[in-house]
């Protein structure tokens, strides 16, 4: 496998490491097994606790001594961002009942009964985008083609924000979380789509729609609260990284793993009823958001036979809890029918994806219309030649050409 990776001068060593290989650990990972819980290296220069396996990660994400607060000095940032535009000011920042207030601002959108309305517009998207592809005929990367748009669509449809602005965001969240870009690059993509934002949150206070960020200023407004726009756009910055980038990723890795797997694929494509354990063994399996859960211990906190100090920045890293044998048996291999949902693809405790069931919602969707109307889909170049996001906050490819019998 390719990497696009363009370093910004920070040693080999620091994390995240690169996977090599989409579907196995980091070389790297190897040093856990006889030190689960060891202080690694950020390119920013801060030492962190890596937390690694299943057991320790659930420990800590349920333990209240850590926090997710993006105020503590030496939080797990990859780059230096402006202190202005942390997230700090969302609920993904906050501990306790702070939290928990403003996450019930957002979750009302993202509850499955209002997610499964949205089913017949996300299932025209993909058709839309379907249509597409085969319009374009084969040799079409369907990254761009397919995997970037929908999720786009939905999140744009469910912030309120035009759609005709997608672009904007796809090439700055690109930026931000693709691990190819320098800091300097990072922090100007910030600052490009909080001005966005800001402008946004403004429009929505005088000209509220039925979507997420006008419904946010009514409950401030009703509760008689004051509020920020700073808090309105971190959380919407939030909810477009996390409703997009992500599902964008899985969608592009994901289909690769099956194509690269064709036995499992001929099981979902013989078993259409296969698709929601098929779902979660590929966020399993592929853990896109390995290093995407910091936090900062509150004390003194032992785990895997470490103690982390308190005040000390830690990561929990997903993929060695997801591919953990004391929990999933023959945990590198793709079974698509194990269906288990100890997996932690969502993250786990109080800050579990608040969009998990939308993220699955539009997997299900995507893969089975996908291998319905196109069946002889099939990589239009070696997926060894793919280049993946090395180093990237969120994994994933840079792109999936795909061709298919006409």
């Known amino acids: 496998m390719t990497t696009h990776a363009e370093h910004t001068g920070e040693a080999e060593e620091t994390f995240p490491y690169e996977r090599k290989c989409p579907f196995s650990a980091p070389e790297q ?46 939080f797990p940032f990859y780059f230096n961002a402006p202190p202005e535009f942390r997230t700090e000011t969302s609920f993904i920042g906050y501990d306790g009942g702070e939290h928990a207030k403003t996450r019930r601002k957002a979750a009302v959108t993202f509850t499955n009964r209002r997610v ?18 085969l319009e374009a005929g084969p040799g079409v990367d369907m990254h761009f083609a397919l995997s970037l748009p929908v999720p786009m669509a939905v999140i744009c449809l469910l912030l309120g924000i035009p759609y005709e602005d997608h672009e904007f965001f796809q090439e700055n969240g690109t930026t931000l979380l693709g691990g190819t870009a320098t800091m300097e690059e990072r922090q100007a993509a910030l600052v490009d789509v909080n001005t966005y934002l800001f402008g946004l949150v403004a429009k929505k206070e005088q000209e509220p729609g039925d979507d997420l960020l006008s419904r946010a200023i009514e409950e401030y407004r009703e509760a008689g609260e004051a509020y920020e726009a700073r808090d309105l756009v971190n959380l919407c910055r939030l909810l477009m990284n996390g409703g997009h980038e992500t599902t964008a990723s899985m969608i592009s890795l994901g289909t690769a793993a099956l194509l690269e797997h064709p036995e499992q694929l001929a099981q ?85 994806c608040i969009g998990a ?50």
Not at 298 to 321: M, Q
Not at 383 to 395: L, M, N, T
Request: aromatic fraction near 6%.
């Open 268 to 352: 979902l494509k013989a078993n259409p009823e296969l698709i929601n354990p098929a779902v979660e063994e590929l966020v399993r399996y592929l853990t896109i958001g390995d290093a995407a859960v910091p936090r900062v211990a509150l004390d003194d906190i032992e785990v895997g036979g470490a103690t982390i100090p308190k005040g000390d920045g830690i990561l929990c890293l997903g993929l060695t809890a997801n591919r953990d044998a004391a929990v999933f048996e023959n945990p590198d291999e793709l079974i698509l029918s194990r269906g288990n949902r100890k997996h932690f693809g969502f993250g786990h405790g109080v800050h579990h």
């Open 116 to 133: 499964q309305r949205l089913r017949p517009q996300i299932e025209q998207l993909v058709d839309d985008a379907i249509d597409a592809m």
């Open 357 to 406: 069931d939308l993220a699955r919602l539009e997997l299900q969707l995507v893969w089975g219309r996908l291998f319905e109307r196109i069946p002889t889909l099939r990589l239009a170049k070696p997926f060894e030649e793919i280049p993946s996001k090395e180093r990237a906050i969120i994994y994933g490819l840079w792109g999936l050409p795909v061709a298919w019998d006409v």
């Open 29 to 74: 990972y190897a040093q856990f097994a006889e030190e689960p819980v060891k202080q690694v290296p950020l390119p920013t220069g801060l030492k962190i606790w890596a937390v690694t396996g299943h057991e320790n990660m659930r420990q800590l994400l349920t333990d209240p001594r850590t926090s997710a607060s993006r105020k503590e000095e030496n």
